[in-house]
């Protein structure tokens, strides 16, 4: 078990391929009147790749990301994991793992990271400071791609635990949203006594509750949210229920054509971020391309969506009377849809505070830093 620094420069070739093969990319055809009614729509699609291949610099990228300081830690069964560790700017900072999700990255975190490690620099309390680590999961990003089955949530929570022993945290903070609210969660759940808290702007996808005597009935909110759920899956789930059913039939495609990568990655944070459709509006476009350049030059496709695969297999479902007893906050952005309502939530987690955030999607890190940010200090300053 070792930490050491890390550093990472694209070989040119790999992007020099890159190029050529965004520039022979062959486009199917769409029909005209149906725009992004049967998925990502081809003219802005070709538009963002011909900017991909000809102005995008990841080399400039590249220099930003690594402006962070950069480490891989060889966990005790062999599995490196990538991690940024920023410490904090401030009379006793808190240590914070933050954990990203799919079809994100670490990159998510960026804005965020120096909001909560030197506070001052954005007008706040220096007392707010915290030690902030960012992991990259096990087969995303500059981690290890996992090369047998069982690399799931209940297994990241367990990595994370052991990281933040290996820098010295004997108790920590976590914080998380998609596949990070289901580790922060087990966190938690798995390892109570070091967590001071949990933080969370999602509820897991595969969190279930007992509903065996003596748990109450459905309230009739909760009843309108399973129904709400079950229609967003059937309108919107196909790409989970393919992740988690073949992910390696699809990956062949995705791992060889970057437009099609583009498409698939591009499209959910178009349909789940606050930006009413217009995906370049509200996110900047060398930062999408930079998130999906990373899951090319690390051929991170098919072990990404693989996690949606082993989670079908380890959901997050609670016997009677178990829950996250660590105190819990749910910062709850509106167009992160479907939302459990508060009961639902209240059934397994010790909730403390519960924050209706004026805007932002399902992206906070990235969409809305400031407010993200604000939230965590408030919830975790009486906890420190």
Not at 18 to 38: E, F, T, V
Not at 184 to 201: F, Y
Not at 226 to 238: K, L, M, S
Request: proline share 10%; glycine share 8%.
């Amino acid at each position: 078990m070792s930490v050491t620094p890390y550093r990472y420069a694209a070989p040119q070739a790999a992007l020099d391929d890159l190029g050529q093969r965004l520039r022979r990319s062959r486009w199917p055809d769409a029909l005209d009147h149906n725009g992004w009614q049967q998925g990502f729509a081809l003219a802005p699609l070709r538009q963002l790749c011909d900017y991909w291949a000809s102005t995008f610099d990841w080399r400039a990228q590249e220099q930003r990301i690594f402006s962070f300081p950069h480490f891989r830690y060889t966990a005790s069964g062999g599995l490196g994991i990538h991690f940024i560790h920023q410490r904090g700017q401030g009379p006793a900072p808190l240590p914070l793992v933050l954990t990203h999700g799919w079809p994100g990255s670490f990159l998510e975190m960026l804005d965020l990271v120096p909001r909560l490690a030197d506070p001052a620099r954005f007008s706040a309390d220096p007392r707010d400071a915290f030690d902030v680590v960012v992991p990259s999961l096990p087969g995303f990003g500059f981690s290890d791609r996992p090369q047998a089955p069982g690399s799931n949530l209940f297994h990241a929570a367990d990595l994370w635990a052991e990281l933040m022993g290996a820098l010295g945290y004997d108790r920590f903070a976590a914080q998380g949203g998609d596949f990070g609210a289901s580790v922060s969660t087990l966190l938690g759940l798995r390892h109570p006594q070091r967590l001071i808290g949990i933080h969370l702007n999602y509820i897991p996808g595969s969190y279930r509750p007992s509903l065996d005597p003596p748990a109450p009935p459905l309230t009739p909110e909760e009843e309108g949210f399973r129904a709400e759920a079950a229609r967003w899956a059937d309108a919107e789930g196909a790409y989970a229920h393919l992740q988690r059913t073949y992910p390696q039939t699809l990956a062949y495609g995705l791992n060889d054509s970057p437009a099609a990568l583009a498409a698939w990655i591009l499209e959910k944070f178009r349909n789940w971020g606050d930006c009413q459709g217009n995906l370049e509006c509200h996110f900047d476009r060398d930062w999408l391309l930079a998130n999906v350049t990373l899951y090319w030059l690390t051929q991170t496709i098919a072990s990404s969506t693989r996690l949606y695969w082993e989670t079908a297999r380890a959901p997050l479902r609670f016997a009677p009377g178990e829950r996250v007893t660590v105190p819990v906050a749910v910062a709850r952005f509106p167009r992160e849809a479907p939302f459990p309502p508060r009961p639902w939530v209240e059934r397994c987690y010790n909730l403390e505070r519960w924050t209706a955030m004026p805007r932002g999607g399902h992206f906070p890190a990235l969409e809305e830093p400031d407010a993200l940010a604000a939230d965590l200090r408030a919830f975790f300053r009486p906890l420190r």
